[in-house]
Structures are given as C-alpha cells and as structure tokens.
C-alpha cells in the first residue's frame, strides 16, 4: 500500500474522532489522532474477523488508554465491526453503542474492559498467557492450532501505574514472545509536559524486565512497517517506543496537552481538515477508497477463520483433537466433589475443593501471589504454568487480578487468583471491573478476619467484607465449614457471566448440620429452628459456630433463638421476601454477628455484633475475647 494512502486512511481517523468528540462536546481527540498512522500500519498486521469477534485464534487488541474511544470506535467502524456512522455521531451519549470508555459485551471488537489506566497492559498480559497456555494443550508440531499475537497499545500514563510494572516485570519473565506493547509516547498529561512528573528511562526499564525494545517515528509509515515486521521474529515481549506527537494534524492544538481531553473546537478542525486536503465542512465523512481498504479486513479475516477450521477438522493426532474438544466444552460432572467429616480450616477445604475441580475441567487454573502455601491453592502433581496449572505471579496483587481477568475472557480458560484477603486492597479495581464486565474470575482470600492473630491490625481485614458485599454482581462467599464450601462452588461455578470471592478461615471450624430450610444457592439457609424463638441469629463463615454457642448461651438464660447462616449474603439479597421471612422470622429479635465491620447486616439485622474498631496483635482467641466475640459475650448483650 502507498503512504499516500496510508496517510489518507490515517487523516480520515483523525477527523472521525475528532468529530465524535466535537458533537459530544466531550472526549480526547490527542491520543486518537497522535496514534492514527500507528493503527492505519497495524491494520495491515491484525488477524481478525469482523464477522466473528469470538473466534479464538485470532489476534487480540488491547487499548490500554480506554479515554482513546475515538479511535478505537473509528476503527471499529472502518473494520466492519458492525458500528454506523450514526453509532459514531451517538459517542457518549445514554445507550449508544459508543460510551465514553470501551465496555465488554456492548459493543463488538471491544476484547476487555480496561477501566483506569495500566489494568489494559495487565490485560493484554493476560491474554497472551492464556494463549501459551491453550496452545500447550492443543498444538502439535504438525498442527499449531494456536499461534496468534496480543497488541496492546499504551500511553505514558499506563506505564505510570505501577500495575503496569508488575504485569510487564510477569510478561518478560515469562519470555512471551507473543506479546507486543505500542508505547504512545507523546510526552503529555493531563496537567502538562511528561517533564513534570516523569524522567525514567523506558527502555532501560524494559529491558531490565527482558524485553526487547524497538524505537521509531511514530508518524513515519516505513519505520512503523519495519517494527511490526521484526516485531513478529522476536522470542520475547517486544516493546515498539512510537515517539508521537499529540493531536498530530490538529493546526494549532497539535502537541498541546489542551489537547488531551477537550474538543479541539469547530474552527480549528476546519483548519485541519484543509490543511490535510479534506472538505472542511463535511463531518463524519469517510471516503469510499478508504473504507473499502479498511473493509479488507472482513473478507481477510474471513478467509483466516475458515482456513483455521479446516485445520481444525484436519488434526492428524486423535489426543490433540480430544484435548481441543475437552478444553472448549468442559463436562462439571466430572468433578469429584469432596466429603469432610472432621473440623477444618476452610482455607484447606477450598484448596481440596479446588484440586478436585482442576483435576476434572482442563481449563481450570491459577495460582497466588507468592502465597499458595497459606492460601492452600496449589494444584498438586499440575506441573508449573504455562505447561502446567500452578502459575507463580509473585507479589504481584493487583497485575494478579487484571492478568486473570482477560485469561477468564480468552475462551477456554477459567482462572483463580488467591492472596490473603486484606490484601485485596491491592486488587480492588480489577475486582470492579471484573464485576462491571461479568467476568466470571474467582478470587479466592484467605486469613479473613481477627483470626489472622498476632500479624495485627495491619493484616486483619475489618472492612473488606463489607467493601465487597457493596459492589453490584460480584458474590461473595464465607463459608462455614467444608460442606458450605462445596456448596459455593458449585453456585459460583454456575454463574457465568459473574465474579465471585471465597473468603476463608485460617482456624478450623466445625461441621455444621444440615439445613433445615432453604440451602447455600440462596445465600443463606435455616441452621437451628426452635418452634417458641423469640431471637434470630444470624453469621457467616467462622461466625456461625459462634452463633450456634450464643443460641445454647441464651438457652440456659431462657431466650430461644434461632440460627441463620448466611454463606453469601449477595445471594441473600436476591431472594424473595417471602422467602427471607421464612428463615429470618419477622416476629425474633434479629441478631447478626461478625468480626468485621457488618454495617451491611442491618439490611436484616436490628442489632448488628460487630468490630467497632481496628484489631490488635495477640493470638486469635485472645482477640475474639478481648473485642466481645464469645458466646457468654453476646448473649449477655442481647
């Protein structure tokens, strides 16, 4: 192709998104059109299929700069993704099929939702360990049915976040030579020039982190061509430094960082547009000899995807064809579940719970951050990721969580991450997105109140039931005992299009006995009935055996009570009211009790016995004594 017409294809994205922002009245136009000539070059490089965005070789895009919707939307459109031109005219707008920055599952093309800056660079790691991963499963020498790259395009405020230095420290360690991150390196923020915030130096950062680095002209056609090209020969991650300059093409804001998140304004596009040889007045125009050269894409991609299928329907070894089919459909009634007669802690029943479930559905894998030992999540005689399913992300929390976020959205893949749950703090905005996009990741946090012990306050997680408990579609299960656990599984297992969280004990807990109305699928269940209650108790997790010793403490003062046990209190919140009444009785007293915040609980609760305070250093049930979490305690209370 000419880089005249490589320049027109480029000016003609240029103007779209500036467009978009113009009617908008909102958006950044900079980044779009600094990184215009970069995607006009990677359109000729991208494997995909506009027909069929789900199709599992092909390549993934990820933009890490989500603000840059301009241009991820002009390309979808130009693509063939299915968005109009009308779509464009509708950016940011309520319902359109364009909002402000890129959502999974509402508009075609969009690979994940990235969110705040950095987690889409954590992603496109992600994406690309999900590909090694699967390609060891199904590739034979004479068959590689997987063996496509992951583009990730970034700015300078992705590689700020310190997210993006955990993810990209994981993507060389791991020698992902299918990993390609564009650097926009235009040298703007928000409040200025790079100058007044940032002096590393990038390419020693990354090659300090085994990755190889490229260096070009982010305007100039053939050096951009050249990079792609040796880009692909590379055998580790590649980091491509496009030295850009913001609102290229944009007359007067050209390099402003004015430029970044405001319209450009009507008579300064003008400007442009003439300036660049295009009709001034026309808005939104895109002309025909462009769209049929981005339009290839659909009748390129289409070609790939049956290719790839014949190859698929042509695998020479009977395992390798086997492998493929177990992966892509995975039978859950294959998984033995687990049986407990004993009391346990339900950090060993879950990673019990997960080795059963590894061993039957292939694509179940995960790991901790550089935890597994505590959070009891190593998947015995599994082998080491990516061959195997034990993946070491080091202490990596937050890369942890947005790297398993797009491995859960590659296809055939369903990841874990485990930490301790304080922890979590560190994890909190992929845990949103994951909620936000329905994500089904599952988050497994051990050492889950004041039990934690003598590690302190700093390590016993008061708030975070009650942080994760708020956030929309995601579900959080604190199991009682093993038998709750498993029942957790298997729920969270069937929600597909839904996160969830198991936040387990260190200390044993005891079996409970059977429910006697209702069960764990509805987030909590009637444990202990007595026909004359005058009081309902109500826990989760290791709280539970405590409520059963109030209710017998009450007893023995003439109170009748009650036990609810509420492994999941989303689930809970769900259900009928009919159905609530029926196990929590209107006519009690009802009492919740948690050694954690619990400000949640009075969504049922009249009085809530909860930690009114930070905890403390001392062995665990010093702890429990000392901030009124005994039987004797809280019957005396109430």
């Not at 990820?62 to 919707?69: D, K």
């Not at 099929?97 to 999974?104: A, I």
């Not at 020693?204 to 056609?221: K, P, T």
């Not at 893949?413 to 949103?432: G, Q």
Request: glycine share 8%; charged share 20%; with cysteine.
């Amino acid at each position: 192709m000419s880089n005249a017409m490589r320049q027109k294809m480029a000016d003609t994205i240029r103007f779209l998104a500036t467009d978009m922002v113009q009617q908008a009245n909102s958006g950044h136009p900079g980044a779009p059109m600094g990184l215009a000539d970069i995607a006009v070059v990677l359109s000729e490089y991208l494997n995909h299929n506009p027909k069929n965005p789900k199709w599992l070789n092909r390549d993934r895009l990820v933009f890490s700069g989500g603000h840059g919707t301009g241009l991820i939307y002009s390309l979808n459109y130009l693509w063939g993704y299915g968005l109009e031109i009308e779509d464009l005219k509708q950016f940011r707008q309520l319902h359109s099929k364009t909002p402000g920055h890129p959502e999974y599952g509402h508009t075609a093309g969009i690979e994940i939702t990235t969110g705040p800056l950095g987690q889409g660079i954590a992603n496109a790691v992600g994406f690309a360990m999900a590909s090694k991963f699967v390609g060891h499963k199904v590739n034979s020498e004479t068959a590689k049915m997987i063996d496509h790259n992951v583009y990730c395009l970034c700015g300078d405020g992705d590689l700020e976040e310190g997210i993006s230095y955990e993810a990209c420290s994981v993507a060389g360690h791991m020698c992902l030579d299918n990993l390609i991150l564009i650097y926009d390196s235009n040298r703007i923020t928000i409040e200025g020039s790079t100058e007044l915030s940032l002096s590393e130096n990038i390419r020693d950062r990354f090659e300090s982190q085994n990755w190889a680095v490229l260096e070009i002209d982010g305007h100039n056609f053939d050096e951009i061509d050249g990079a792609f090209t040796q880009a692909q020969l590379i055998e580790r991650p590649v980091l491509i430094i496009a030295n850009t300059v913001i609102a290229k093409g944009g007359d007067t804001m050209e390099g402003s960082h004015h430029a970044h998140g405001a319209p450009l304004g009507h008579e300064v596009i003008k400007a442009a547009k003439l300036k660049a040889g295009f009709d001034p007045e026309k808005t939104f125009n895109v002309d025909a000899d462009v769209l049929e050269r981005f339009r290839c894409a659909v009748e390129k991609g289409d070609a790939s995807e049956r290719e790839w299928n014949h190859r698929l329907k042509e695998l020479p070894l009977v395992e390798q064809n086997e492998a493929f089919e177990q992966l892509m459909n995975p039978d859950f009634s294959r998984i033995e579940w687990p049986t407990f007669s004993k009391a346990d802690a339900t950090r060993n029943t879950n990673g019990i719970i997960l080795n059963a479930i590894a061993k039957a559905i292939p694509g179940f894998l995960g790991g901790s951050a550089d935890l597994a030992p505590s959070n009891k999540t190593e998947l015995s005689n599994m082998g080491e990721f990516p061959k195997g399913k034990n993946i070491h992300f080091g202490i990596r929390e937050h890369a942890m969580a947005s790297i398993s976020n797009a491995m859960a959205l590659y296809g055939p893949i369903m990841p874990f991450s485990a930490t301790f749950f304080v922890f979590s703090d560190y994890l909190k905005p992929s845990v949103r997105i994951a909620a936000l996009a329905g994500i089904q990741q599952f988050f497994v946090w051990t050492h889950d109140s004041i039990g934690v012990g003598e590690d302190g306050p700093t390590h016993q997680p008061i708030e975070h039931l009650s942080q994760f408990r708020a956030l929309p579609n995601f579900y959080v299960y604190r199991p009682a005992d093993g038998a709750e656990n498993v029942k957790c599984w298997q729920k969270a297992l069937s929600m597909k299009n839904s996160p969830s969280g198991f936040v387990c004990s260190r200390q044993n807990l005891p079996i409970l006995s059977a429910p006697i109305l209702g069960d764990v699928e509805n987030g909590g269940y009637l444990l202990q009935e007595e026909s004359n209650a005058t009081v309902t108790l109500m826990a989760s997790g290791s709280e539970v055996s405590l409520a059963l010793e109030t209710a017998k403490a009450l007893a023995e003062r003439g109170v009748i009570a009650n036990v609810v046990s509420v492994p999941c209190f989303d689930l809970l919140l769900e259900q009928s009211q009919s159905y609530i009444d029926s196990i929590i009785k209107p006519s009690t007293k009802k009492v919740a009790i948690e050694a954690a915040r619990g400000l949640e609980w009075y969504r049922f609760a009249d009085t809530v016995v909860a930690m009114e305070s930070f905890g403390a250093s001392a062995p665990a049930d010093q702890l429990f004594e000392y901030f009124g979490f005994t039987a004797e305690a809280i019957a005396s209370k109430i």
